[in-house]
């Protein structure tokens, strides 16, 4: 079946524009989760939604970073008056949590240049 | 702020050796696990060991965990040029979010 796809896959920002990134996870899939991973690094924790509620924003590094997921399916990723630190690949994953086991299915990654 | 450090940073083997990869985190954990990424795509999950398990195994892969050192191993055995990729361990802290925090990663090659 389909897996996690992230559109677009690359994005070229001027700063100061502001960007939108879409994850749609695997279908059925209640949790989904939005990390960010720097060059060289591992992935860094952003932002979590079980279906449309959104329980955990505590990795969200400012108030230009806004997520949502209106529908309990896709997510959008939205960052405002881009900086060049925002600079990253951007990683969605999604979850059907079962009992203690979270596998997380990630899909490609949209990779973001802020110029 | 990443929970994670692994160790080696970086590891060149030839095919058919074993690779270890050992990874310490700071936390109580629910369970910690590994991902594979390979240059320019997603993470790949290889293997989830709980809190309460000291070791599993999966194909080439055996994973161990020693929650007093607060720390885990993964060994791929009989190493593969296709096993080349970063290798990154990740901890679950709460069951009820499954949010996971990573280490730095490993990157692994191995040469034909």
């Known amino acids: 079946g389909a897996g996690v796809s992230q559109s677009p896959r690359y994005k070229v920002a001027k700063r100061g524009q502001d960007v939108a990134l879409r994850c749609d996870p695997i279908s059925g899939h209640v949790s989904l989760f939005w990390y960010q991973q720097a060059l060289g690094q591992g992935p860094e924790f952003l932002t979590y939604?079980?279906?449309?509620?959104?329980?955990?924003k505590s990795g969200l590094p400012s108030d230009r970073f806004f997520a949502e997921r209106p529908e309990g399916s896709v997510s959008t990723l939205k960052i405002q008056r881009t900086q060049q630190e925002d600079s990253a690949v951007y990683l969605c994953?999604?979850?059907?949590?079962?009992?203690?086991?979270?596998?997380?299915?990630f899909g490609p990654g949209t990779r973001l240049t802020v110029t | 702020s990443q929970q994670g450090e692994e160790d080696p940073q970086a590891l060149s083997i030839q095919e058919g050796e074993n690779a270890t990869m050992n990874c310490s985190y700071k936390t109580s954990i629910n369970n910690l696990q590994w991902y594979r990424q390979n240059s320019g795509r997603g993470l790949v999950h290889l293997i989830l060991i709980r809190s309460n398990e000291r070791e599993k195994h999966s194909g080439r892969l055996r994973v161990t965990l020693d929650t007093s050192k607060k720390s885990s191993s993964l060994l791929i055995t009989a190493s593969r040029a296709a096993d080349t990729a970063s290798y990154f361990c990740?901890?679950?802290?709460?069951?009820?979010?499954?949010?996971?925090?990573f280490g730095q990663g490993t990157t692994l090659q191995v040469k034909p």
């Open positions: 990740a901890t679950e802290t709460s069951s009820n979010t499954g949010k996971l925090i």
């Open positions: 939604f079980q279906n449309e509620a959104q329980l955990d």
């Open positions: 994953a999604s979850s059907w949590p079962g009992q203690g086991y979270h596998e997380q299915y």
